[in-house]
């Protein structure tokens, strides 16, 4: 069966310091991959995907950027941290797009002091 | 511009009776409907997908119906149970797409 894992699930970093979340999944190949934001009592925000190694599409610009360097691993990075960049991030992976549910890994709670 | 909207921000019921939450669409055509479930401080949990050429479908105590026409997607938990209480999304997609979540029906249920 098909698994996901996503760490760390908490983190707290000073503004300015750099970040590094990493996801992979076990158990199928080539995946499309997700990163999703939360904020607080808000909606879940899309802000990067890939459909294959190498191949990364920004849904928002930001201070965040993505890589997929193997095709089970999606890392989620920014060089520099600001406060805004708090909440909770998800990855998620599905076969393709629309007609497969997409699974979510447990999340991490980013905090940016 | 494309506008998921569900039925209210909250849904408070009492434990045995039965659940109904309504997803609307605005200016779009989803080819696919999905419904999730999120506990506080975990990611949604996928649930149920109805294709557009599909009026119902059904999983143990949840049915989830699909108009087209409506541009509306009602998702129904009988006999529901305190366990029941999280919030549901329900984002659309065309089949070609990733999926937009909107920030969801919390469900309440009440022993």
């Known amino acids: 069966s098909q698994t996901i894992h996503q760490w760390p699930a908490t983190l707290v970093q000073p503004v300015g310091s750099p970040l590094s979340l990493e996801c992979t999944v076990e158990g199928t190949s080539n995946p499309n991959l997700y990163w999703y934001r939360q904020a607080a009592g808000r909606g879940l925000q899309l802000l990067f995907y890939?459909?294959?190694?190498?191949?990364i599409s920004s849904e928002v610009p930001q201070n965040l950027s993505a890589s997929r360097p193997q095709d089970r691993q999606f890392i989620l990075s920014s060089k520099k941290l600001l406060l805004s960049d708090s909440g909770f991030y998800l990855c998620?992976?599905?076969?393709?797009?629309?007609?497969?549910?997409?699974?979510f890994g447990s999340g991490t709670r980013l905090t940016v002091v | 511009s494309q506008k998921i909207e569900q039925n209210s921000e909250a849904l408070n019921i009492q434990e045995g009776k039965t659940a109904t939450l309504t997803c609307n669409y605005t200016n779009y055509s989803p080819a696919y409907l999905q419904w999730y479930r999120q506990d506080p401080g975990r990611g949604p949990v996928f649930l149920l997908l109805?294709?557009?050429?599909?009026k119902e479908k059904r999983k143990e105590r949840l049915k989830v119906t699909f108009d087209t026409t409506l541009k509306q997607s009602l998702f129904h938990i009988t006999a529901s149970q305190p366990a029941d209480s999280a919030t549901y999304l329900c984002?659309?997609?065309?089949?070609?797409?990733?999926?937009?979540f909107g920030k969801g029906t919390m469900l309440l249920v009440s022993p």
């Open positions: 890939s459909v294959g190694i190498g191949q």
């Open positions: 984002p659309p997609s065309t089949g070609y797409s990733t999926l937009t």
């Open positions: 998620a992976w599905s076969h393709i797009f629309g007609g497969y549910g997409y699974t």
């Open positions: 109805i294709r557009e050429n599909e």
